[in-house]
């Protein structure tokens, strides 16, 4: 509509197929005979809609922002209680009778700031408020294990030349990420020590909700412009900060708590790469 304001929508249907371990799964029948009952159910579908507006801020630099829906149906669920969707499945074999009727949503508006190379640096942050929920076989909507309400990105890059020509470069690069934390099912504490091993509550969906994953990460480049080749050396630093972001909880039969498992700490790695 102007040279700096651009306006945009689309539509689209989609369709996934989950693991393979889902649809190889045996069940035992009573008679003892074995079968694979999810062998044909129907590959996950979506409509995707999605309306856009660009803002041209300058010749480098652009404001984007976004607003979309996603309606997710023919999701293989479990037809009985505890009306469990495999739209929070990650992986694992299924040794239960599925049938296609689950449905979800996932809606939210994003916004994101970029600024492309130019003056030896560039910039993008990004940011995400949204909501992830699914629909159990009664009707009940319940949030799915994604559902972490919100999520922001971002990354900064900076180049410097050195050497006598000014023919080297040393590129400082970081980027950080910040999102909702997971949602996981609660445990039923009673009933753990009471069976003596873990046992989740089911019916009510994720109702709990880890704590925010944060993480910083810098790389640094030295990179050495020769006429017949070019040597790269990087440090590559995730995690900068070291943080303890929660990979999972669990209910430990051994102390009759609920420990923390986390991701990966502070990681170094140097690399070398030499291009003729």
Known sequence: VHPKHIFSAGFGVHSKKESMTLYAGRMMLDDGQLIQPNMNLELAKARHYVVGYKFLLSENMDLKLEAYYQDLYDIPAYPESPYFSTINSDYGFEG??????????NKGIEFSLEKQLSRTYKFQVNGTIYESKYRNLPGTLLHTKYNGSYSTNGQLS?????GRNKEDIIRVHSRYILFGGMRYLPVDIEQSIANG????????????KSPDYFRVDLLVKYIRNRKKHTTEWGLDIMNLTN??????????????????EYQNPLIPLISCRIQF
């Open 96 to 105: 239960n009778k599925l049938s296609n009727y689950g449905t979800a949503y």
């Open 158 to 162: 900076k180049e410097f030349r050195v």
């Open 197 to 208: 091993y873990q046992v989740r509550i089911l019916e009510n969906g994720f109702t709990e």
């Open 243 to 260: 943080r303890k972001n929660i990979l999972y909880m669990y209910w430990d039969r051994n102390t009759h708590e609920l420990q923390n």
